[in-house]
C-alpha cells in the first residue's frame, strides 16, 4: 500500500473529471494535482463543517453548568477527529486552522449565551426576593426598636433563599 494514495468517493472522481473537462475545453492540459487541490479544497470544506456541526450539536445537548468544565474538551477533541477523519492533503494545516479559529469562536458564542442566560436568571431570582425588603425600607419598618436586627436576619434569609434558588448558575455570585 502506497502512502500517498488518496482515496475519494464517486462525488470526488466527479471533481476530478470535471476539472479535467474544464481544463480540456479551455485548451489547458489537464493536470492530477489542480483536480486532487480542488478536490481537497471541496473535502476539507466539508471536513471543517462536519467538524462545527458536531461540535455545536453536542455543545448545545450538554447541560448549561458543563458547557463551561470538561465537555467542552471532549467535543473539541471529538470535532477535531471528525475533521481528520475527513479531511485530506491539508498539508499546511489551513483548514484545521479554520477549524480551530471557528470552534473558539463557537465556544466563545456558547460561553457568553450561557453567562447571560445565568446572569438573566440570578438577576430575576434576586428582584424577586429583595421586593419585601425594598417594601420594608420604603415603609421605614426597620426604623424602630429592633429593627436592625431584623433587617439582618431578613438581608440573611434573602442571601440563603437566593443561593438555594440559583445553586448551579453560572453567575451566582454573591
Do not use: W
Request: hydrophobic share 35%.
Amino acid at each position: 500500500i502506497h502512502s500517498n494514495v488518496i482515496l475519494f468517493d464517486l462525488a470526488g472522481l466527479g471533481i476530478l473529471v470535471e476539472t479535467y473537462v474544464e481544463a480540456l475545453n479551455s485548451g489547458k492540459r489537464p493536470c492530477v494535482e489542480s483536480a486532487v487541490e480542488r478536490l481537497a479544497h471541496k473535502e476539507n470544506s466539508a471536513a471543517v463543517n462536519q467538524a462545527l456541526e458536531y461540535y455545536t450539536r453536542e455543545m448545545s445537548r450538554s447541560p448549561v453548568t458543563e458547557v463551561l468544565s470538561i465537555h467542552n474538551t471532549e467535543h473539541f477533541k471529538k470535532a477535531v477527529q471528525i475533521f481528520l477523519r475527513h479531511s485530506m492533503k491539508d498539508e499546511q494545516y489551513t483548514y484545521l486552522s479554520k477549524l480551530m479559529v471557528a470552534l473558539g469562536d463557537k465556544y466563545k458564542a456558547l460561553h457568553h449565551a450561557v453567562e447571560s442566560k445565568s446572569e438573566e436568571r440570578c438577576t430575576s431570582v434576586l428582584e424577586e426576593l429583595q421586593s419585601g425588603l425594598k417594601e420594608k425600607l420604603d415603609s421605614a419598618h426597620y426604623i424602630r426598636a429592633g429593627g436592625y436586627e431584623e433587617f439582618t436576619a431578613d438581608l440573611e434569609d434573602i442571601v440563603r433563599q437566593y443561593n438555594i434558588q440559583v445553586e448551579g448558575e453560572v453567575q451566582v455570585e454573591f
